[in-house]
Nanobody, 115 residues
Framework: QVQFVESGGGLVLPGGSLRLSCAAS????????MGWYLQALGKQRELVAS???????NYVDSVKGRFTISRDNAKNTAFLQMNALKTEDTAVYYC?????????WGQGTQVTVSS
């Protein structure tokens, strides 16, 4: 059974940094795409960043230049380096991975940016 374990969330001051990790287990195959969505309180889930197995990346405009997504295909693990964090980045961040069999989700990790 495919499972993701997320880590790296927490409380940080505005302007600070966090690094999220998303480690997959239970799959013999490399995920075609991996990434993160965020869901702020009372709002819909929205895509933050994604990366395909070949390395191409995509970001929502609000995080370009501040967030960097990367992955280690050998370990089926993705990373989201978040710099220059803003209060509006506060949300639960959910990682995902796409296989031929469908999309799989992590349990979510809380990121709170506050002074």
């Amino acid at each position: 059974q495919v499972q993701f374990v997320e880590s790296g969330g927490g409380l940080v001051l505005p302007g600070g940094s966090l690094r999220l990790s998303c480690a997959a287990s239970g799959s013999r195959f490399i995920f075609y795409a991996m990434g993160w969505y965020l869901q702020a309180l009372g709002k819909q889930r929205e895509l933050v960043a994604s990366i395909i197995s070949g390395g191409s990346t995509n970001y929502v405009d609000s995080v370009k230049g501040r967030f960097t997504i990367s992955r280690d295909n050998a370990k089926n693990t993705a990373f989201l380096q978040m710099n220059a964090l803003k209060t509006e980045d506060t949300a639960v961040y959910y990682c995902y991975g796409d296989l031929f069999s469908g999309r799989y989700w992590g349990q979510g990790t809380q990121v709170t940016v506050s002074s």
